[in-house]
């Protein structure tokens, strides 16, 4: 994959991501680095990080190979597919990979379970490499609680051993607090001269990657171990307590970049938003709120508190209070909630109005229109200043079939209509209240679709003797008499 990018930056010649592994410890039926954080999964962020840094990429699968495999092809279909068939460990994982490279240089070896991994932390690694004319490099870090990863022995000088993996650690070794974040760059040739004498010689029967340090260092070639200085870079996911710190990290750091651009997050801890979202500066976004997929947020907008959007596009000054919309567009100063449900295919023009419990579905709302309080909307076109009444049901389906509304400018449709589609009210036209209407309404017209009235009077104190409401009556001057045809 030649990047555009790579005239002013260092490549490396090809990236290898491992990612074969059981992912035991997630306990689920989805492979582990296809779990989703902050709108791409796993790998997917690890994929973003490497590749403006590496010419060619190739991904080493095992569990779950269709879907992983798949996956790659859809967001990185130049990358080119190893299949380990069985699990030997981290070494034998690369011998797979190397025996398919046809490349000389330099390779960064990642693992694809550690989705913080930030390119500029790789493009300083490669730089530091290039000077320092090492041959394997291996990218370290400082963890409050290292245990679990491999530990970094230095000599006197500080000049790095050999890496020792947890359970071949003894009680010394243990308390090194300096881990391998599992991030190399080898040159290619030395790297497949040591990789062939890995041995099994170790607490798990596999071939360790890390063993490929000491050998190459042994043969008299440079060796270094570089420190990063964000260790959270460098967290792994081997479980979903793991996974639920990378993706509280992950938000903090678009939180915080969304906050540098000019936009007011109120509860950066309870706003998650995808990195996939764009908002302008002056957006405020409320506690409890999600923005999801591909949402586009424009200048001066409110969300929240308590919203989720999911590819919506907001336009300037509009309001979404304590609501979830997906797939929709939500026009110039257009007001939604608190309550209301946007569902596929809505377009509020500027400076329409939904009010409080409303769902809509698959229509366009004019400019200025209103559709305030707990209605349900579906596939409707509603003209320009028009006001839709108070639980007013768009009755958009026959049991068989959806069928469509079209409504005017300037309407004024009646509290508690009933629009039977296919119906149209023509401009101007008004309904009145409580109608059902299954006949189309002429521009101009009032449509009235209902029983006549009728009072029964003296009812309550015939039927009903005995109750405060026929004492209230007669208090009132209600008599006996009989009903009135
Ligand atoms: C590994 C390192 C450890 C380091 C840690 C950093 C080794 C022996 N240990 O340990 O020093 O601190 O990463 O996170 O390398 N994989 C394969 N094929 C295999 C085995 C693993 O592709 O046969 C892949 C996994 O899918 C995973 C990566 O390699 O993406 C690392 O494997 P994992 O089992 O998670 O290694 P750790 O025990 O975390
Ligand atoms: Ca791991």
Redesign the pocket.
Known sequence: MASLQSNNQKQVSLAIV????E?TRMKSSLA??LHPIAGKTVIHHVIDAVSPVAKELSV?V?AHRENVEEHISTIASSANKVF?AE????G??VQLALAEAHTSGTVLVV????PLLRTSTLQDFLEAHVELESVASVLTAVLPDPQ???RIVRDDLGAIVK?I?ERDADDDAKLIDE????VYIFDIDALREASKKLTSDNSQG?L???DVISLIKESGKVAVAIQCNDYTETL?I?DRSQLAECAAIMRDRINDAHMLNGVSIIDPVTTWIDSTVEIAADVTIMPGSALHGTTKVASGALIGPRSTLTNVVVSEGAVIIESRATDAEIGREASVGPFSFIRPGTRLAPQSKIGAYVEVKNSTIGEGSKVPHLSYVGDATIGTGTNIGAATIFVNYDGVEKHQTVVGDHVRVGSDTMLVAPVKIGDGAYTAAGSIITEDVPAGAIGVARAKQRNVLGWVLRRRSGTKSEQAARNAGATESKSQE
């Open positions: 491992l990612a074969a592994g992912g582990k680095v080493v095992g380990q699990r030997n460990g981290t034998h994982a693992a694809g379970d550690t679990g990863y491999g890496i993996e881990i391998n974040t599992g596999e360790y990657l890390t792994g081997n």
